[in-house]
């Protein structure tokens, strides 16, 4: 026998002597009452595991919750915050094609400057592109 058994086998003994007295007669009804005694208990315990597990799994639910309705209340400030500088790029974006929209004027400005402010008014189109924003343009 290996010291594993062994050890197994005194902890039986030791378990048993202390449930069934040695003292004979009452000794059956003893070990019962003691041992009704550790199923009830036992019972006790695992219906407040489930209790605790249940508890645990609604917590984690809730936490779950939270971070979703956090992330999206996230996303809904940041919308609302974005929205009333993509109003006034978007103005913006109006007085350039309101420029573009007068040939003749447009035509008289300097070829380098012309093509400076078409260039700036590209990177604006590309920003509000980005943004979700796509300007019809006069141009």
């Not at 026998?1 to 039986?12: L, Q």
């Not at 639910?61 to 400030?77: F, G, I, M, T, V």
């Not at 590309?126 to 300007?135: A, F, R, V």
Request: charged letters at 35%; hydrophobic letters at 40%.
């Amino acid at each position: 026998m290996n010291p594993e058994e062994e050890k197994e086998i005194k902890v039986e003994e030791t378990a048993d002597a202390e449930i069934v007295p040695e003292d004979g007669e009452g000794a059956v009804e003893t070990a019962t009452a003691k041992l009704k005694k550790l199923r009830e208990e036992l019972k006790q315990c695992q219906t407040e595991k489930q209790d605790y597990l249940a508890m645990a799994q609604r917590l984690k639910a809730d936490y779950l919750n939270l971070q979703r309705e956090a992330a999206s209340a996230k996303d809904e400030l940041i919308k609302f915050a974005t929205e009333p500088l993509l109003r006034q790029i978007l103005e913006l974006a109006d007085s350039f094609e309101l420029a573009f929209s007068n040939h003749a004027a447009w035509q008289s400005v300097d070829a380098n400057w012309r093509t400076g402010v078409e260039y700036i008014y590209a990177k604006l189109q590309n920003i509000l592109e980005q943004s979700g924003l796509k300007d019809s343009g006069v141009r």
